[in-house]
């Protein structure tokens, strides 16, 4: 697990990386500047979909939630659905934490 220390918000269009990247992976700019990322991130469930049979490397986590949240500053952001949570399209979710492997974790 990373922490949120580690990761950063792409000035040019918002993304949420890791800050070692040099390039956004979104955008594909350069990075030469990042901002800290908010301590509360919240937004809303867009799209969803429950992965049962995973690739090889997440095998073991299927079957896992894959959400698309809409961040209160309109940036969208793919993560995880915090395990044993049900996804409601349209409900409030906020940052749990953050994964090096699965990227942000959320929580309804």
Not at 6 to 24: D, G, N, S, Y
Not at 33 to 40: N, Q, Y
Not at 56 to 72: F, G
Not at 73 to 89: E, Y
Request: aromatic fraction near 6%; proline fraction near 6%; glycine fraction near 4%.
């Amino acid at each position: 697990m990373t922490t949120k220390s580690e990761w950063r918000q792409c000035e040019a269009c918002t993304a949420i990386i890791l800050r070692e990247h040099a390039v956004c992976p979104n955008c594909n700019e350069e990075i030469d500047a990042t901002a800290d990322i908010p301590k509360e991130l919240t937004g809303t469930i867009t799209a969803f979909t429950t992965i049962h049979i995973a690739p090889e490397k997440y095998r073991e986590d299927a079957p896992y939630t894959v959400v698309l949240v809409r961040l209160d500053n309109n940036t969208n952001v793919m993560g995880r659905l915090l395990h044993g949570q049900s996804p409601v399209q349209g409900s409030s979710v906020h940052l749990d934490y953050f994964s090096a492997e699965n990227g942000p974790i959320f929580s309804v």
